[in-house]
């Protein structure tokens, strides 16, 4: 770490120039490559949902198997549909011709087969709100399954929203249109985040150079990465909701490690320190501690590869490219400007008391000092009050119900959740669901069998006796599509698929050369919250333990990674907890224009613990190593916890709100996965930084006294020596304790 600070103090404009540099070869090539080209894959080995989509591909039925999305066309005056609107089939003719992947249309009128050379059969009634006024009718499209572009179905959405007329309304909802008005652009976010970081580092650092460096370190990373990124969506699958997690991490975390430097960097020079040795010292320190933060953020990210579902692989391997790059700006471009303001990063008055020779001892003073002190006095009273709160917090999660939320949990006046209450209204709101089982072996064609099929399912409860239709697709497989009575996102409608899995479709081919799976988006979620659950020990396993070890060798300590790890599963828990009240309870979540309440998606658990568990370690490994410092220079534990956290209670505080603030700013983003993610991750660091940290660890520290400390001999010599602190740190020669009672 010496080494790259003093290359990057010696040859700053190097460095800034070779960023520079960078950042515009990352954001040229991305658009010599045509920008993004996020895309989302999605497989779910050892499940119904994968053998069903291998049957269909291997059948040559792709098309059966692609995302569809729902058009909805109601006559505003309440007239019946006597025929279809005379510009809908042009409209619809043309769908298969633009090159969008259009593969099914389904209207009540006509079907259009866009494989055939848009060849036209009979429409499906059911399509039409018949039973009612005739008035609402149901366009169904279905996409070619082995091409999933946002791009397609936001055409799609250009050209029919045309349709739209004083005397007609058109609407948009189903998978397919899921993004429509849900995923505008996280600028505004970006640009929230952004400001609360300025006003916020403005009122700490009190000087404009320590104010806007942070921002410029987090700004390169951040067009750095965004231009990585980019390029990468082109090698391997990036989901869409990537650049929203790295814009996301890298604001948070890249002002964070910055402040963090910056601060050490300030406090150097008040001791006296010249410039150069300064910033190398604050590499050389704080650096190091932003280094092993940054790592285990990365590491628990990419844990999710562990879970072994296709959809986060690439997500987690851009977001740690993202933090990654963030940690390379902190560690070279920060001290390369750092040295080009020299003392402009402190205030006037201390400017002219460093050229005076006035320098302040290595003490910390004021709030935190006394905060410090008093939970030295009291461990176990406020050690108890915040592991009730904690607990408290955390009661709601012990209720959390996984799926996915439907559209009924859109925003009001989103074209999504306008077109979902429709149906619901018109037809019922089983019809925003989409099931069928799938018949595999001789019995696909053998009309008795599919009618028995039919029967049975139709005489289950939950089941809309109505719906059900038979489509024969080969001589080998058929469909019989069915809706429920309850809505896609209850837990009713999730019981009725395991219900129709393990007892009700069972005993029709068992013994016999058939087999019928259960299909569809609910059934979809139920596998994919099945093997979520499945892996999820590993994952955990994989996070914690990788991490355990890293802060093991970093601290020469076990209880110190122990607490860690209980203290992030807590901090977990707390911000699940305030999740499942606020989104699936539905206290408050219309309000922040999340829609009603409605289960949590079942992907989203796994990123915000990935992300949270990163992240609270970044605040752990900052306290801890500043309570290491000086537990290596005096050997006791006392006045490390105290000293340590007397020093870094203040700045941890200031790099959370920064944090949340720029969390907060992503709820303003009208897609309710991301209101959860940064409803979640605010909360988290919120109560990691003003609880935990600044509560629950000092005072728990206090109490395992020398203990903390403790490292087997025979592990010593095993495990690498990687610590934090440097090997001959410059440090106050003899440091005078706090006050008698923090000596040992």
Request: net charge positive.
């Amino acid at each position: 770490m010496q080494s790259i600070a003093e290359f990057a103090v010696r040859r700053r404009w190097l460095v800034i120039v070779g960023w520079l540099i960078l950042i515009v070869a990352a954001q040229g090539i991305a658009g010599a490559m045509g920008g993004s080209a996020y895309k989302d894959t999605f497989s779910l080995p050892k499940t119904e949902t994968a053998t069903v989509a291998s049957l269909l591909k291997n059948a040559g039925l792709d098309n059966q198997n692609g995302i569809s999305g729902t058009v909805v066309l109601k006559n505003t005056n309440n007239s019946a549909f006597t025929k279809a609107p005379s510009e809908l089939q042009p409209a619809l003719v043309e769908l298969c011709t633009a090159n969008d992947y259009v593969a099914l249309i389904s209207t009540p009128w006509q079907s259009i087969d866009c494989s055939k050379n848009a060849a036209v059969t009979a429409g499906n009634a059911q399509l039409l709100n018949s039973n009612r006024d005739s008035s609402t009718a149901i366009v169904s499209i279905t996409y070619e399954n082995n091409h999933y572009d946002p791009k397609q179905f936001t055409d799609t959405y250009d050209s029919l929203k045309k349709l739209r007329s004083t005397a007609l309304q058109v609407e948009f909802t189903g998978n397919a249109f899921a993004s429509i008005g849900q995923s505008s652009g996280s600028g505004a976010s970006v640009f929230i985040g952004f400001a609360a970081a300025l006003i916020i580092l403005a009122l700490v650092f009190r000087t404009f150079a320590a104010t806007v460096l942070p921002l410029a370190s987090a700004a390169v990373a951040l067009v750095g990465g965004l231009g990585v990124i980019y390029i990468l969506s082109h090698a391997i699958s990036v989901s869409n909701i990537t650049p929203y997690l790295a814009e996301l991490m890298v604001i948070g975390v890249g002002v964070d490690y910055a402040l963090f430097i910056v601060t050490r960097h300030r406090r150097n020079l008040r001791r006296g320190m010249p410039m150069s040795e300064s910033i190398v010292t604050a590499i050389n320190t704080s650096g190091r501690a932003v280094l092993f933060a940054g790592t285990t953020v990365c590491i628990a990210i990419l844990g999710l590869i562990a879970l072994g579902v296709s959809f986060f692989n690439g997500m987690a391997v851009a977001t740690a490219l993202a933090v990654g790059f963030t940690m390379a700006a902190s560690l070279t471009l920060l001290p390369a400007l750092l040295s080009l303001f020299g003392q402009k990063v402190l205030p006037r008055r201390q400017r002219a008391a460093v050229r005076a020779g006035e320098f302040i001892d290595g003490e910390p003073v004021g709030f935190w000092a006394r905060w410090s002190q008093f939970i030295a006095r009291r461990p176990i009273v406020v050690a108890v009050a915040a592991g009730i709160v904690m607990i408290v917090l955390a009661i709601p999660f012990f209720s959390l119900e996984l799926g996915s939320s439907d559209q009924g949990s859109d925003p009001k006046g989103s074209t999504t959740r306008i077109g979902y209450d429709l149906i619901s209204s018109e037809f019922g709101v089983g019809y925003n669901s989409a099931l069928e089982a799938v018949v595999s072996g001789p019995g696909a064609a053998d009309d008795a069998f599919l009618q028995k099929v039919s029967d049975t399912i139709a005489g289950t409860p939950g089941v809309d006796r109505t719906s059900l239709a038979t489509v024969p697709l080969t001589k080998d497989i058929a469909f019989v599509s069915f809706k429920t009575t309850t809505s896609p996102q209850s837990e009713k409608t999730y019981q009725l698929v395991r219900h129709l899995r393990s007892n009700v479709l069972p005993p029709l081919y068992q013994g016999s050369a058939n087999h019928i799976y259960t299909y569809g988006n609910t059934a979809i979620n139920v596998d994919f919250a099945k093997v979520l659950g499945r892996k999820m020990p590993l994952f955990i396993a994989v996070v914690v333990g990788l991490s355990f070890i890293l802060l093991m060798i970093a601290f020469r300590s076990l209880l110190i990674p122990l607490t860690a790890a209980v203290m992030n599963l807590l901090a977990a828990g707390g911000s699940f907890g305030l999740a499942v009240a606020i989104f699936q309870f539905g206290w408050g979540s219309d309000a922040m224009g999340a829609g009603p309440g409605g289960p949590i998606d079942a992907w989203i658990p796994v990123m915000l613990f990935a992300i949270l568990f990163g992240l609270s370690m970044d605040y752990q490994v900052f306290l801890v190593s500043r309570m290491h410092e000086e537990w290596v220079h005096t050997k006791s534990n006392r006045r490390a916890v105290t000293v340590g956290q007397g020093e870094t209670g203040g700045i941890i505080t200031a790099a959370a709100l920064i944090m949340i603030a720029v969390f907060l700013g992503f709820l303003l983003t009208p897609g309710r996965p991301i209101k959860i993610f940064g409803t979640g991750l605010a909360t988290a660091v919120f109560l990691d930084a003003f609880i935990l940290r600044t509560m629950l660890v000092p005072s728990l520290m206090h109490i395992f006294g020398k203990a903390n400390w403790f490292f087997p001999r025979w592990l010593d010599r095993t495990i690498p020596h990687l610590s934090v602190e440097p090997p001959k740190a410059p440090e106050p020669a003899e440091p005078t304790p706090i006050n008698s009672s923090l000596a040992q």
